[in-house]
């Protein structure tokens, strides 16, 4: 009788960490009050924890000040993918260096070196995402998509349609993730993106431009410039256009 209430009591603990752990749907804030001022590199975490897929997910926001520099080796066990908010960031990527205007993105493969550095004289803020799929990583496949990798803002075609347009950054596999899915929608005013749905596939929302009201489940909440959408699988959601100007904003899809 004893053991059998332990063993309850240790699959109750359990069950209570798993759902601390795991990432709400909700509209996150990028949280770092930072007019230019500092002179130090400053940092905030927008989320963190367990997805459906991932091991670990977390998304930080950074501001970099004039003459300053983020650098980092990504893990073994880890990828990251970086969107530059504001600023012109000049990257290293390995042995690739490249000028990244907003919008602009980086991919870095587990093991890779990325160095970014603000040499202008205004803020430079990026967001930061680093993701593990646990034990499920696939290094070969990375690397036959094309390994670590660079996408400049100004080489994706703007194609338009009836609610705005469509930018679409890449679609491939890497080291991580069997599928990954970036594009950017411009969704004109008094627009919705689609009819509520679900879909498999979890998502994030990430507000460049404009005003928005999110359907998450049966919850409505506002997204604004900087905010930061966590929509779990099969999850219910819309993002209406509820400004006077062109929302734009990333989504990205993974699994």
């Known amino acids: 009788m004893k053991f059998r209430f332990t063993l309850y009591l240790i699959l109750i603990i359990g069950l209570l960490q798993a759902q601390k752990n795991s990432l709400q749907s909700k509209v996150y804030q990028w949280d ?9 590199v400053q940092k905030t975490t927008i989320f963190g924890g367990k997805g459906g897929v ?18 980092v080796k990504v893990k073994s066990q880890q990828e990251k993918f970086y969107i530059i908010k504001t600023g ?9 260096k490249s000028q990244l205007n907003r919008g602009s993105v980086v991919c870095v493969l587990p093991g890779d070196k990325i160095q970014i550095k603000n040499n202008s004289t205004n803020l430079l803020q990026i ?4 993701y593990s799929a646990g034990e499920k990583i ?17 080489n994706i075609k703007f194609k338009p349609h009836e609610r705005g347009g469509v930018r679409q950054f890449f679609d491939r596999p890497t080291a991580m993730l069997n599928r990954f899915d970036i594009h950017v929608t411009q969704l004109n005013v008094g627009f919705k993106s689609h009819e ?6 979890e998502e994030i929302i990430l507000m460049l431009d404009g005003n928005a009201e ?9 997204a604004n410039p900087g905010d930061v959408v966590l929509l779990g699988s099969n999850i219910l959601h819309n993002l209406t ?3 006077n100007t062109a929302c734009l904003y990333f989504a990205i899809q993974w699994n």
């Open 138 to 154: 696939n290094i070969e496949r990375g690397v036959k998509a094309g390994g670590s990798f660079i996408t400049l803002w100004d």
């Open 54 to 71: 991932l091991a670990s997910h977390t998304m930080i926001g950074i501001s970099i000040p004039a003459g300053k520099k983020w650098e």
């Open 214 to 222: 999110m359907q998450i489940g049966t919850d409505h909440q506002k």
């Open 127 to 130: 967001y930061e995402m680093s």
């Open 88 to 96: 012109i960031a000049d990257i290293e990527l390995n042995d690739q």
């Open 196 to 201: 509520p749905h679900t879909h498999v596939n």
């Open 241 to 243: 256009n509820v400004g």
């Open 32 to 40: 770092i009050n930072n007019n230019g001022s500092s002179t130090k």
